[in-house]
């Protein structure tokens, strides 16, 4: 369950921190779900709290989300300067704008690229998206009915593909996602420690089941937090309600690094 005092103990660890790291996961954490998913904006604080965690530079701020990086780049305009970590870890931008991209094994390209040829078959291609490493099939917005329908019909046809330990099947916030078993967003949090000052407070927010390879990354070495309006079970040690509490939470760590 969550640990209130975890919190208020890494609150107070920020104030005398001479660096901190703030890892945030994108949609469901510092954006409201849209079903046009080209419009889901970051909530209206996040953007002018980041830039100016940024501009103080005692806290290092990374994106972590399934999405390409070119998206959230988007979505979060006009921020910019800072790390991101796409398609679960297998793009990375740095702050100079330098980019690089995971290769994916031949065999898990021939694997997905079946699977997407399935999905062309199944006359499910409006509901795709294909991105670096991975195929996504989204049914937000639609009845409960519909979205079991097309969940088992996806699942079923793309059993024996993911059955590949190249692969992976994710459910996520109103989706199923086959992609590459490595890297996820795990590999991207124990990259960002390794280089990190062992003793600066770092904290990854993030709100879905693909959160929960960070929030194991992380655990006892940072504070992770569960962002979702209800409580699941998860590894998180802390829960925050979006928006308001969210904020909140982000505003004590520009006050503390201030």
């Given at each position: 369950m969550?640990?209130?005092?975890?919190?208020?103990?890494?609150?107070?660890?920020l104030r005398p921190a001479p660096a901190s790291v703030l890892l945030l996961d994108y949609d469901g954490t510092l954006a409201p779900f849209r079903v046009e998913r080209d419009r889901a904006y970051p909530y209206?604080?996040?953007?002018?709290?980041?830039?100016?965690?940024?501009?103080?530079?005692?806290?290092?701020?990374?994106?972590?989300?399934?999405?390409?990086?070119?998206?959230?780049?988007?979505?979060l305009h006009p921020l910019s300067g800072i790390e991101m970590w796409g398609a679960h870890g297998l793009e990375?931008?740095?702050p100079d704008g330098?980019?690089?991209?995971?290769?994916?094994?031949?065999?898990?390209?021939d694997l997905l690229a079946q699977a997407h040829k399935w999905v062309m078959n199944a006359k499910l291609t409006p509901l795709a998206e294909i991105k670096p490493g991975g195929i996504a099939i989204h049914w937000r917005g639609m009845s409960k009915a519909e979205a079991e329908s097309i969940e088992a019909r996806v699942t079923e046809g793309w059993m024996a593909i993911a059955?590949?330990?190249?692969?992976?099947?994710?459910?996520?916030?109103?989706?199923?996602e086959l992609r590459v078993s490595r890297p996820d967003k795990g590999d991207a949090?124990?990259?960002?420690?390794?280089?990190?000052?062992?003793?600066?407070?770092?904290?990854?927010?993030?709100?879905?089941?693909?959160?929960?390879?960070?929030f194991h990354a992380l655990n006892g070495r940072?504070?992770?937090?569960?962002?979702?309006?209800?409580?699941?079970?998860?590894?998180?040690?802390?829960?925050?309600?979006?928006?308001?509490?969210l904020i909140e939470f982000?505003?004590?760590w520009l006050r503390r690094m201030g």
């Open positions: 969550p640990d209130s005092k975890a919190l208020s103990d890494f609150l107070d660890r209206p604080e996040v953007v002018p709290i980041i830039e100016q965690l940024v501009d103080l530079g005692k806290t290092r701020v990374v994106i972590i989300s399934g999405r390409p990086v070119a998206e959230v780049k988007d979505l990375r931008v740095m330098s980019y690089h991209r995971s290769s994916i094994p031949r065999d898990a390209a059955r590949s330990p190249e692969l992976k099947l994710l459910k996520f916030e109103s989706g199923v949090v124990a990259a960002v420690l390794s280089e990190s000052d062992p003793a600066a407070p770092i904290a990854y927010l993030g709100d879905d089941l693909t959160d929960e390879d960070s940072g504070l992770t937090i569960l962002v979702r309006p209800e409580y699941r079970s998860t590894a998180a040690q802390v829960w925050l309600r979006p928006p308001r509490e982000l505003q004590q």
